[in-house]
C-alpha cells in the first residue's frame, strides 16, 4: 500500500524566515512525487514535481530515496506562500498527505 | 479554456438518496479521476477514467459508480447516501499517464448529507 504522512498539520513561519514542510512517504515500486498547493479560496494546483527537479516560486524539493522523504524549502518566506499544502505519491492515483496549512506572520 | 469545471457546486441531500456529479475536463484531456476530501483530510482517489472506461478504483465501495461520456467528461454517482458520504468531491483531469502527467483540479462539488 502506498501512503503519504504530513507530519504537521500547522506551521507558523515569520516572513524571512525559511520554511520547510515535511513529507514522508510509504511505496514499494519507483516513487513519484509531487507538492500540490491550494492557496485561499483557488483549486488545487500543482507546486513542483521530483522529477523535473526545477525551483517554482522559490520553493525547491528534494527526493530522498534512503529517508523517503521529500521535504518542501523555501529560504525566505513570503507572505503570498501563506498556503494549503499537500505532498502526493504516484501520478496514477494520487495518493495525499492531510495537508499542512503554512501561515507567514508579516 | 476554462479549465476543470464541476457541477453543481453545493449539494444537500437526504440520507439513502441517490446523487450524480458531473465534470468537464480541461481542453485536451482526456483522463478523469475523482477524488473525496473529507474535513480536514487530504483528497483521497475514488477512481479514473480513461476511453470510457474504469481504468483505476481506489478503495470505495460499490455504491459509488462513474461514467464517462465521448466528450471525455464524467459523472460520479453515489448511492444510498450514508451521512459519511459529506465531503468535498473533487475531479481532476490529466493526459494519459506519463512523466509530465499533471493533474489539473476543478472547484469541487460540496455534497452534504443529512
Known amino acids: 500500500a502506498q501512503r503519504v504522512t504530513q507530519p504537521e498539520k500547522l506551521l507558523s513561519v515569520f516572513k524571512g524566515a525559511p520554511v520547510e514542510l515535511k513529507c514522508n512517504y510509504s511505496y514499494s515500486g519507483s516513487p513519484e512525487l509531487f507538492w500540490y498547493v491550494q492557496y485561499s479560496r483557488q483549486r488545487l494546483q500543482l507546486l513542483l514535481r521530483h522529477i523535473s527537479r526545477e525551483s517554482i516560486k522559490g520553493f525547491t524539493a528534494d527526493l530522498n530515496k534512503g529517508e523517503t522523504s521529500f521535504h518542501l524549502k523555501k529560504p525566505f518566506a513570503q507572505e503570498e506562500d501563506s498556503a494549503m499544502y499537500y505532498c502526493a505519491l504516484n501520478p496514477e492515483k494520487l495518493t495525499f498527505g492531510t495537508g499542512t496549512r503554512l501561515t507567514i506572520i508579516p | 479554456d476554462a479549465g476543470v469545471t464541476q457541477s453543481p457546486t453545493h449539494l444537500i441531500k437526504t440520507r439513502g438518496q441517490q446523487v450524480t456529479l458531473r465534470c468537464s475536463p480541461k481542453s485536451g484531456h482526456d483522463t478523469v479521476s475523482w477524488y473525496q476530501q473529507a474535513l480536514g483530510q487530504g483528497p483521497q482517489f475514488i477512481f479514473q477514467?480513461?476511453?470510457?472506461?474504469?481504468?483505476q478504483r481506489g478503495n470505495f465501495p460499490d455504491r459509488f459508480s462513474g461514467h464517462q461520456f465521448p466528450n471525455y467528461s464524467s459523472e460520479l454517482n453515489v448511492n444510498a447516501l450514508l451521512l459519511g458520504d459529506s465531503a468535498l468531491y473533487l475531479c481532476?483531469?490529466?493526459?494519459?499517464?506519463?512523466?509530465?502527467?499533471?493533474?489539473?483540479f476543478g472547484q469541487g462539488t460540496r455534497l452534504t448529507v443529512v
Open positions: 477514467y480513461y476511453e470510457e472506461e474504469e481504468r
Open positions: 481532476a483531469s490529466s493526459l494519459p499517464s506519463g512523466l509530465f502527467t499533471e493533474a489539473f
